[in-house]
């Protein structure tokens, strides 16, 4: 074992992961990345498919956005969301994997 070279990521940098992915470890916010790696959504929509109140998916979201997950754009009155984080596919790939998915009409 004394030869073998590890390739490590820097702890600090594991401590900011986790907390990253305790923020996205909750089924309503799984949902609305599900989406939203499909499409840009309102707020109204994705409570909605989350069978949330408006005002509690919207926290869900800002939530993910202080991570660094998504970003939101204002058109009109509505304001849509959408993924800045490239790698949230990976994640629900393999989530999806294990897990499944079906399709729902909107």
Known sequence: ??????????????????????????????????????????????????????????????LMQRCGFLTSEKDGRSVYYKVSEPHLQNILECIEAKFGTKSVKL
């Open 1 to 62: 074992m004394a030869d073998t070279k590890l390739k490590l990521t820097d702890l600090s940098a594991l401590n900011d992961a986790a907390e990253c992915l305790r923020t996205l470890a909750h089924p309503h916010r799984l949902r609305m990345v599900q989406m939203l790696l499909q499409g840009d959504f309102t707020v109204g929509e994705l409570a909605e498919a989350c069978e949330l109140p408006s005002a509690m998916a919207s926290e869900h979201l800002r």
